[in-house]
């Protein structure tokens, strides 16, 4: 039997990585930005492709419910690239 490398052959370059500007999400009522996931609450992800008016494409779309130390419930929103 062959003794064959796992991973990454040497010499190969590494794997250029867009960099992506992120905003933490903040709640409407208080601005506050600590939020924390909602126990049983499933995150739907949808393949849908579009353009922020920042000029941000994307292709996915993640919708996670949250909720606030104050107590408010929301829903947020996060856009991931192609």
Known sequence: MANKLKGRPPGSPNVEYVPVQSFPAACPKCHS????????????????????????????????????????????????QK
Do not use: D, W
């Open 33 to 80: 930005t600590e939020l924390k996931n909602v126990q049983g609450a499933k995150v739907t992800r949808r393949n849908i492709a579009g353009k922020l008016p920042n000029g941000f494409t994307f292709g996915s779309v993640e919708h996670r419910r949250m909720r606030c130390k104050c107590g408010q419930n929301l829903i947020v929103r996060s856009y991931f």
